[in-house]
């Protein structure tokens, strides 16, 4: 079943997506998703479990044996790995370090998809992530790419005290041969450098109404 409004918003790191995509719908009352916690609870999962992150075939057989769930609580995606919650942990400096060799593996992108695409059938979302314009929903006519220079978004990163290689980061999961980080032909890409969050927030709802989002959220403030 299809998610009914899919508002995809994708981006590098730090490039201000999980405080737009969430500020985002609470304005048009749809739900929030992060599809990028999954990879960080999978990789949690891993580490947790003392598995190689390096080692592909080692992740597919955890990502294969473990219960990845999503679901929606007071209109936001929680993800949990065999029943167990871990979103204290997802930014922790291991998880930053392995995301990326763990987001790569063929076997653990299709899972979450599975998961993800089930947890949001028939609703309005915003989704961010890396791939949800380009793969997870290539059909959506609402998609932002969100960008801002490197200066900035390791700026922010360090501010959200984080030791976060984000550079390393982005050119991992650019180069990787599935579901890189590309913009999507059909996306509206935002440099949100020189912006604030309600100021991004504004630009896509600006946005939203020219491709006639038919939401009143979106018309109300025409
Ligand atoms: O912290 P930041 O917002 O940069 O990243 P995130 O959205 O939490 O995603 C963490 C990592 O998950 C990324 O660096 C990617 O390796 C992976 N990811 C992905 O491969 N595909 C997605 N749709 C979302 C995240």
């Known amino acids: 079943m299809a998610a009914d409004h899919v508002i995809a918003i994708d981006g590098p790191a730090a490039s201000g997506k999980s405080s737009v995509a969430r500020a985002l719908a609470k304005r048009l009352g749809f739900c929030y ?5 999954m990879y960080r609870a999978v990789t949690w999962g891993a580490l947790h479990r003392g598995i190689a992150v ?3 075939d080692a992740i ?3 990502a294969e044996e473990v219960r990845i769930a999503c679901e929606l609580i007071d209109n936001e995606s929680r993800i949990s790995i065999d029943n167990f919650d871990p979103s204290p942990q997802l930014h922790s400096d291991e998880v930053n370090r392995a995301v990326s060799s763990v987001s790569r ?3 653990v992108r299709e899972i979450i998809n599975l998961q993800m695409r089930r947890c949001v059938a028939s609703r309005d979302v915003v989704i961010e992530g890396r791939d949800i314009g380009s793969v997870v929903f290539p059909g959506t006519p609402f998609k932002f790419f969100l960008d801002a220079s490197p200066e900035v978004r390791a700026r922010r990163r360090n501010a959200q005290g984080q ?4 550079a390393m980061r982005d050119q991992a999961d650019s180069s990787r041969r599935m579901a890189p980080l590309v913009i999507a032909p059909d996306a509206e890409r935002i440099d949100t450098s020189d912006l604030t969050i309600p100021e991004v927030v504004e630009e896509i709802l600006k946005r939203l109404r020219t491709k006639r989002l038919s939401n009143a959220a979106v018309i109300s403030h025409r």
């Open 60 to 62: 597919a057989a955890m």
């Open 33 to 37: 998703v992060n599809s990028g916690a």
């Open 105 to 107: 593996v063929a076997r």
């Open 163 to 166: 030791r976060d290689e984000i």
């Open 54 to 56: 390096q080692d592909p």
